[in-house]
């Protein structure tokens, strides 16, 4: 079991451009996640999903777009990236059948916007 | 609106010494709490959780946290610092009437000192 993976794990932009990371997992879980983590801010939520097909807003979705075509994967874009988007990605994955929502996460993509 | 407060950004201890980080949350139904922590550079994982039962919960490494529902607080304690455990540690809760989402604290930055 691999569990959630991400890619890339680090990447260099220049302002405007874009990108796609990915995130997949392999324990069939049926809600994933994508936060960014910002120094003295903890974890934000950008967007997530709980399903197959499906994806809601989190905290902070401006200027990111998901999509969920597989159960397993979780695409993170970012159409014209700013500079305030230099963040560490996090993915995460959770059951969705428990009562309780523990996650599990990704190691991370680290992304700089010049 | 649910909400997670870690009290100090930052903790220092000895090694050998104590640890105590702090979480309050506020809910007048008692949720499910976890503890995550995360290594340098590294993602989140699981330290410990309180679902049901036993209000003293143990976790990995030696860590321990105790549910106390007239206080809404889920402090985690470790009796002897070791160097490995610096690192950043982040309360979590998962409301009973949503499994959707975690509520995050803003983490709390253990240091070691020799």
């Known amino acids: 079991n691999a569990g959630v993976t991400q890619t890339p794990k680090f990447r260099v932009l220049k302002t405007g451009q874009s990108m796609t990371l990915l995130c997949a997992q392999d324990m069939n879980h049926e809600y994933m996640y994508w936060y960014r983590q910002d120094p003295g801010m903890g974890l934000r939520l950008i967007h997530y999903s709980v399903g197959e097909g499906t994806t809601a807003k989190g905290e902070v979705p401006d200027g990111y777009n998901v999509s969920r075509l597989k159960k397993q994967n979780f695409l993170l874009g970012l159409e014209s990236a700013a500079p305030s988007q230099t963040s560490v990605y996090f993915c995460a994955s959770a059951r969705g059948e428990s009562p309780y929502n523990e996650q599990f996460f990704g190691p991370g993509t680290r992304l700089t916007v010049l | ?114």
């Not at chain 2, 321990?64 to 540690?89: C, I």
């Open chain 2, 1 to 114: 609106a649910q909400s997670v407060t870690q009290l100090g950004s930052h903790v220092s201890v000895s090694e050998g010494a104590l640890v105590l980080l702090r979480c309050n949350y506020s809910s007048s139904v008692p949720p499910y709490l976890f503890w995550y922590v995360q290594y340098p550079n590294q993602g989140l994982q699981l330290l410990l959780k309180y679902t049901t039962g036993a209000t003293l919960v143990k976790g990995i490494n030696g860590f321990e946290a105790e549910f106390k529902k007239s206080e809404t607080s889920f402090h985690l304690t470790k009796p002897s610092a070791h160097m490995s455990d610096a690192a950043e540690y982040f309360c979590a809760v998962s409301p009973m009437d949503s499994n959707y989402q975690l509520i995050w604290g803003a983490g709390t930055k253990l240091i070691i000192k020799p």
